[in-house]
């Protein structure tokens, strides 16, 4: 490098280290935000000509919306947000009670009365670190959660769990690098507390690890890690799965152990992998996300785009703007888990690996699910694990119409265990709008249907009418 070159890069670097925060946090911006407490509470009503209701009434709305074809739901509760993003201490906390109630069609005697807690929880921020205890929504969809199919993992398609969380919830800047470099990442404990009749007391890991680069560049990347189990529980058919220390240390490890023969031979728990890579292009209140995001059940890890599966995994576009108000995002998105690394696991003596049969484990008849709902993406079920399909969303607002429309088609293979085929496309037209004549109160009616052979034909309507009032704010 000649003199002239050098100075270059000298004044460079150093006016960049005079001029620019080597640890950009939201921290050092101004606080003016204030705490509020708010009451909340809703209830909901749908009824369906088919078997039961339209599936985009009840998928991915965190485990709220009964399946049966005449339901309907309650809601009451007091919530705290999250408020002051730019102090170096924030809190929020929620309490909300639901009680669910339904049957089937006239004459079946199919009936459903339920309540449960649909949030009870408390939150801190301490400066960068979030801890999280009790019943919370957990997701890790990419783009927009509110017009995808789901997370192949983790999803906001079941009941939110029992969990203790700690880590970095949101996009931190990576010190000393002027916040092009970013990173989030934590762990979390949690409980499956529906206790299936074949497993009690199953118990929840997951821990994943992101980083982002560009910063305040208009373009950025992102690629996260995540690993999951089921692990744990006492099995009507081999007793203690493992529920000591030594169990978890196997559970964070990946590794064999545990009583049953399959947890010795191969993980002990029943283990799943994902990786998200993703492209964002932003600008003045809009943004766009390319992304693509793999699942993984052959133990090492490879990354996204190698191993056997790699042409399973989930591929999309979601744009988001602020300056049109008739439509405010656009989802595009194509899926397949079809391929499951092949049709052979073992065959004449030689081992393919192929045969995955995502969500499913032999230890855990109940599959990958909470209470009867996939935690990955929606579509899918433990007996419905190989489906392609694609699925395409809209919203906005309309004179202060807020609509979403949203379309997905699934072809479904079963599994390979068990060949079944059928075919589905869910559609959905969602209008909601708040009255301030009504006392504030927010009316909504939603409008749904199914087509194709997985459910049969059918169409329904859902009505919900949902208040959220300030109490006192400080």
């Not at 152990?257 to 932003?282: E, F, P, V, Y």
Request: net charge neutral; glycine share 14%; charged share 15%.
């Amino acid at each position: 490098m000649n003199r002239t070159a050098a100075v270059i890069l000298l004044l460079f670097v150093s006016l960049r280290i005079a001029a620019w925060d080597w640890w950009p946090l939201p921290m050092a911006e101004p606080d003016s935000c204030r705490d509020s407490l708010f009451i909340v509470a809703g209830i909901e009503a749908h009824a369906s000509s088919g078997k039961q209701a339209p599936a985009l009434f009840w998928r991915n709305a965190y485990g709220d919306i009964s399946l049966q074809p005449y339901a309907g739901t309650f809601s009451a509760g007091v919530i705290k947000p999250a408020s002051r993003p730019n102090r170096w201490f924030d809190y929020d906390f929620g309490v909300e009670l639901s009680g669910r109630f339904g049957g089937g069609q006239p004459g079946a005697g199919q009936t459903e009365t339920t309540g449960y807690f649909k949030q009870l929880y408390a939150h801190t921020r301490l400066y960068i670190v979030d801890i999280t205890a009790g019943i919370h929504p957990m997701s890790f969809t990419p783009g927009d959660e509110e017009l995808s199919v789901g997370g192949l993992l983790i999803s906001n398609n079941a009941h939110p769990m029992p969990r203790i969380s700690i880590g970095i919830d949101r996009w931190t800047a990576f010190p000393g690098l002027y916040g092009y470099v970013e990173i989030r990442g934590g762990l979390t404990h949690g409980w499956l507390a529906d206790n299936s009749k074949v497993v009690k007391g199953t118990l929840f890991h997951h821990k994943y690890i992101g980083g982002r680069l560009g910063g305040k560049l208009p373009v950025n990347i992102y690629y996260e890690f995540h690993h999951a189990a089921q692990w744990g529980g006492y099995s009507s058919q081999y007793g203690d799965l493992g529920n000591d220390l030594n169990s978890y240390k196997n559970i964070f490890l990946a590794r064999q152990g545990g009583t049953t023969r399959s947890d010795q031979l191969n993980t002990q728990g029943n283990h799943m992998l994902s990786q998200t890579l993703c492209i964002t292009a932003k600008g003045d209140r809009w943004h766009v996300d390319i992304y693509w995001q793999d699942i993984q059940e052959d133990g090492r890890p490879r990354w996204i785009g190698r191993g056997q599966n790699s042409k399973d995994g989930l591929w999309g576009i979601s744009a988001v703007q602020d300056h049109w108000r008739f439509i405010r995002g656009m989802t595009i998105e194509f899926f397949n888990t079809t391929d499951q690394s092949g049709p052979w696991h073992d065959r004449d003596g030689m081992v393919f690996g192929g045969r995955d049969n995502y969500y499913n484990n032999s230890s855990y008849p109940q599959g990958w699910t909470y209470y009867g709902r996939l935690l990955g993406m929606s579509v899918c079920t433990p007996d419905n694990n190989r489906v392609i399909g694609g699925n395409l969303g809209m919203k906005g607002d309309i004179y202060g119409f807020r609509y979403r429309v949203q379309c997905t088609h699934a072809y479904n293979l079963g599994t390979y265990q068990k060949r079944t085929e059928s075919a589905n496309t869910a559609v959905l037209l969602e209008v909601k709008k708040i009255v301030p004549q009504a006392w504030n109160l927010e009316f909504g009616l939603s409008l749904g249907g199914d087509f194709g052979t997985q459910y049969g034909n059918a169409f329904g309507a859902m009505v919900t009418i949902r208040k959220q009032g300030l109490i006192t704010s400080w």
